[in-house]
T-cell receptor
Framework: DAGVTQSPTHLIKTRGQQVTLRCSPKSGHDTVSWYQQALGQGPQFIFQYYEEEERQRGNFPDRFSGHQFPNYSSELNVNALLLGDSALYLC???????????????FGPGTRLTVT | DQQVKQNSPSLSVQEGRISILNCDYTNSMFDYFLWYKKYPAEGPTFLISISSIKDKNEDGRFTVFLNKSAKHLSLHIVPSQPGDSAVYFCAASAIHQTGANNLFFGTGTRLTVIP
């Protein structure tokens, strides 16, 4: 049973560029959430997708956008990259409520983004 | 505003002894609390959770205690093993009016189990 997968593993971009990160959820999961983890901090919620729609968004600017595909996989796009966007980007999948254990989110290994 | 706090950045424990990791929160609307373990270069791994209507949940060597009046939870690991050495994150779940739920994380506690 494949867990959450993310690609690429590492990425180096220049300020002002755009980046796309990809995520495939755990088998059977239909909900995908994205988190940003800065060095020495806990993950911070960016947004959550369910049924191909953004259901909730954290405190992140519009430069951060996403998409969910019919097969439940998801992309995170960041435009006009800033140095402060350098972080580990984590994708998590879960079952939407009212499924049992809907609150448990399972994380992928992350994509390490470095902006120079 | 940090809604979930882990005030101890690190903890060292001898193998075989008990490890106690603490977490405080401010939002009384949280409905579930979770603990995750994270190794370097890996994503957080789900360990154990507890509903806000319970005060204890046990799974093998791991037990989570919730004190709602104090807005405090703790993770007990007994007995501690060297393989438990990792960063532990406390997280709280809040369900949104849209049906979405997001996790609020603490800053983590690095546990080192000394053989």
């Amino acid at each position: 049973d494949a867990g959450v997968t993310q690609s690429p593993t590492h990425l180096i971009k220049t300020r002002g560029q755009q980046v796309t990160l990809r995520c495939s959820p755990k088998s059977g999961h239909d909900t995908v959430s994205w988190y940003q983890q800065a060095l020495g901090q806990g993950p911070q919620f960016i947004f959550q997708y369910y049924e191909e729609e953004e259901r909730q968004r954290g405190n992140f600017p519009d430069r951060f956008s996403g998409h969910q595909f019919p097969n439940y996989s998801s992309e995170l796009n960041v435009n006009a990259l800033l140095l402060g966007d350098s972080a580990l980007y984590l994708c998590a999948s879960s079952l939407g409520p009212p499924q049992s254990d809907w609150y448990e989110q399972y994380f992928g290994p992350g994509t390490r983004l470095t902006v120079t | 505003d940090q809604q979930v706090k882990q005030n101890s950045p690190s903890l060292s424990v001898q193998e075989g002894r008990i490890s106690i990791l603490n977490c405080d929160y401010t939002n009384s609307m949280f409905d579930y609390f979770l603990w995750y373990k994270k190794y370097p270069a890996e994503g957080p791994t789900f360990l154990i959770s507890i509903s806000s209507i319970k005060d204890k949940n046990e799974d093998g060597r791991f037990t989570v205690f919730l004190n709602k009046s104090a807005k405090h939870l703790s993770l007990h690991i007994v007995p501690s093993q060297p393989g438990d050495s990792a960063v532990y994150f406390c997280a709280a779940s809040a369900i949104h009016q849209t049906g979405a739920n997001n996790l609020f994380f603490g800053t983590g506690t690095r546990l080192t189990v000394i053989p």
